[in-house]
């Protein structure tokens, strides 16, 4: 209740308390569900308070992000794997050194699974995460890009969901083609990935649009380079 409050309570407070709720995950086979989830919304909360946080508990104990991936991972934690994604997503909101953390922990490799999702807010949740991941360093980039699988998924949902969904699926596409390499925005256009950039140019929000028209320009730069009919695909 404490870390739930609008504003955060000074992290001196909090952070005696962040071994032990994390060393709850390490035995989180054996104890209550309900304990689980009140440690897990504990840390989501606690995640919100920044990068000196996100650091505490990330180095708090080795297991945290492989039992946070575990649990996205793990069909039989459905009830709690929202939560645990609400967490990972927030460690992105970080520096690039914890968006790094968290990639190199494994969540790529479940992320095209998690947009599959039933049900939305998990969906609206890797697709949040992938958006963080993406705007950090080309490195974080590469990573994505080596899972064409992921980028075609990216691309259908930024098409194909309820808008909170897609507008995310954007975002991603945009910050590829902006802070990716020359080969990534290559791959973007391959995977028919204007399309919905160029359709989503009609939305109300302009923050959204200023994103795209860089992000297309960057394209139209690129097609010069290489001498390419890029324009077909707008």
């Known amino acids: 209740s404490i870390c739930r409050g609008n504003s955060p309570p000074p992290i001196e407070s909090i952070d005696p308390l962040v071994g032990p709720i994390t060393n709850l995950l390490i035995h989180m086979q054996d104890i209550n569900e309900e304990i689980l989830m009140d440690a897990l919304w504990t840390l989501s909360y606690m995640s919100k308070c920044g990068e000196t946080m996100i650091e505490c508990i990330m180095t708090s104990n080795n297991s945290v992000l492989p039992n946070l991936i575990f649990i996205t991972a793990n069909p039989e934690m459905n009830q709690i794997l929202l939560v645990a994604l609400r967490i990972l997503?927030?460690?992105?909101?970080?520096?690039?050194?914890?968006?790094?953390?968290?990639?190199?922990?494994?969540?790529?490799?479940?992320?095209?699974?998690?947009?599959?999702?039933?049900?939305?807010?998990?969906?609206?949740?890797?697709?949040?995460?992938?958006?963080?991941?993406?705007?950090?360093?080309?490195?974080?980039?590469?990573?994505?890009?080596?899972?064409?699988?992921?980028?075609?998924?990216?691309?259908?949902?930024?098409?194909?969901?309820?808008?909170?969904?897609?507008?995310?699926?954007?975002?991603?596409?945009?910050?590829?083609?902006?802070?990716?390499?020359?080969?990534?925005?290559r791959m973007v256009v391959g995977a028919n990935g204007l399309e919905p950039l160029c359709s989503s140019l009609t939305c109300p929000e302009t923050d959204l649009i200023c994103g795209i028209l860089d992000a297309l320009d960057k394209v139209l730069n690129l097609r010069f380079q290489d001498d390419m009919k890029w324009v077909l695909y707008l």
């Open 89 to 185: 997503t927030n460690f992105t909101c970080g520096n690039d050194e914890q968006k790094k953390c968290v990639v190199d922990a494994g969540i790529l490799y479940h992320a095209r699974t998690l947009m599959m999702n039933q049900k939305s807010k998990v969906r609206k949740e890797i697709t949040r995460l992938l958006a963080n991941v993406s705007v950090g360093t080309s490195n974080h980039i590469c990573e994505m890009m080596k899972k064409p699988q992921l980028l075609k998924t990216i691309v259908d949902k930024a098409r194909h969901d309820i808008w909170e969904i897609r507008k995310e699926c954007v975002w991603i596409l945009v910050n590829i083609c902006c802070y990716g390499k020359h080969d990534h925005i």
